[in-house]
């Protein structure tokens, strides 16, 4: 199994351009979740899945857009980049909703906003 | 409301010596706790958890943690550092909210750094 995955591993947006980053992931799981992670501020949960047509707003959803239309992918949509947007973002699975669950993450795309 | 703390974004340790990485918590039930590591360019990976029974819980790589209750610590430790073991760890709770998804609350991480 590759797990989850992720592309592109880095880019760099303009001001006001769009970008959609991937996620996949092989493991069949239901629930899915896009987190941003910035120095020194641990992970910020943006978007969640809890399976293919559902979606809902985490903790920082603004600027971000996700869709869900099978259980394999969960892409990430920002439209409009700003500079305020520059961070590394983590696609995560989880089998069950259960506390006691293990999030299996995705190496992580970089970008940066200039 | 849930909460993490780590103390120290950076600890530096030498190889061979102990390792003790702080995290304290807060929570209005019962804790779910748990230890991810992230190695330099890439994702989380689990190092261990804590949900319920044994409060000493052992993970991968030597890696253990002890949940103290009286003092809602969570700290993680290993007897002998190794080189390896360079990266930067995350202390997290989890919860689960009126969504029906897994909340999870992350620590903002603490740098080890292993000196030959």
Known sequence: NAGVTQTPKFRILKIGQSMTLQCAQDMNHN??????????????LIYYSVGAGITDKGEVPNGYNVSRSTTEDFP????????????????????????????????GTRLTVL | AQSVTQLGSHVSVSEGALVLLRCNYSSSVPPYLFWYVQYPNQGLQLLLKYTTGATLVKGINGFE?????????????KPSAHMSDAAEY????????????????????TKLQVIP
């Open chain 2, 65 to 77: 943690a002890e949940f103290k209750k009286s003092e809602t610590s969570f700290h993680l430790t």
């Open chain 1, 31 to 44: 629930y899915m979740y896009w987190y941003r992670q910035d120095p020194g501020m641990g992970l910020k």
């Open chain 1, 76 to 107: 990430l949509r920002l439209e409009l980049a700003a500079p305020s947007q520059t961070s590394v973002y983590f696609c995560a699975s989880s089998l069950t909703s259960g506390r006691a669950n293990e999030q299996f993450f995705g190496p």
């Open chain 2, 90 to 109: 995350f202390c997290a709770v989890s919860d689960k909210e009126s969504g029906g998804y897994q909340k999870v609350t992350f620590g903002t991480g």
